[in-house]
C-alpha cells in the first residue's frame, strides 16, 4: 500500500471505527467479538484499500465486509454444534452501557436465527433497501421479505414477553 492510501485508510479508520463498531455489536451482541469482527473485517479491506477508497461509499465495502465475515462465523459456530445459552458470562466493561435499551434489544436479537438478524439489522439498523440487502445477503428479495417478517414478528414477541414480565 502507498504511503498515501495508507494514510487515507487510516483516516477512514480513525473517522468510521465507532460506527462500524456499533454495527459489529449489533451483530454478535458481544463488544470483544465485535472488535475482532471490525478487526478482521478492516485487516481483509486494508488490502484491497486501493481499489475500495475510489468508490464512492468505502464504508458500505466495510461494512459488506463484516456481515460477510459474520456469517461466515455464524456457519462455523453452527457446524461446531455450540449451544447458545440464556445466560452470557461476565463481559467485561461495556463501553456501550449507557443505552438502557440494549440489553433487552441483545437479547431478542440473539434469539432469531442468523440469516433474520443479518436481515433486520442491514434493513432496518442501516437502512438498506430490500434490493440491497438480497445483494448484500446473496439471496432473492422475497428471501429478504420473508426473513425481515419473520424476525420482526419474533422481535415483538419477545417484546410482548418483556412487558408482561415488567407489568
Request: glycine residues 4%.
Amino acid at each position: 500500500m502507498s504511503p498515501e492510501h495508507e494514510r487515507e485508510f487510516r483516516e477512514f479508520v480513525a473517522a468510521r471505527s465507532p460506527d462500524l463498531l456499533r454495527t459489529a455489536y449489533y451483530l454478535t451482541g458481544d463488544v470483544h467479538r465485535a472488535q475482532d469482527l471490525l478487526q478482521t473485517a478492516l485487516l481483509s479491506c486494508a488490502r484491497r484499500w486501493s481499489k475500495i477508497r475510489a468508490w464512492d461509499q468505502p464504508m458500505a465495502y466495510v461494512r459488506k465486509a463484516m456481515f460477510r465475515h459474520q456469517i461466515n462465523w455464524w456457519r462455523v459456530r453452527r457446524n461446531r454444534l455450540e449451544t447458545p445459552t440464556e445466560t452470557l458470562p461476565d463481559r467485561g466493561h461495556d463501553p456501550m452501557a449507557a443505552w438502557t435499551v440494549r440489553d433487552d434489544l441483545m437479547s431478542a436479537l440473539r434469539r432469531i436465527p442468523p440469516r433474520q438478524r443479518a436481515v433486520v439489522l442491514l434493513r432496518y439498523y442501516e437502512d438498506r433497501p430490500e434490493s440491497e440487502v438480497a445483494r448484500i445477503l446473496g439471496v432473492s428479495i422475497g428471501t429478504v421479505r420473508s426473513q425481515a417478517a419473520k424476525g420482526l414478528a419474533k422481535l415483538r414477541e419477545r417484546h410482548r414477553e418483556l412487558v408482561l414480565e415488567d407489568g
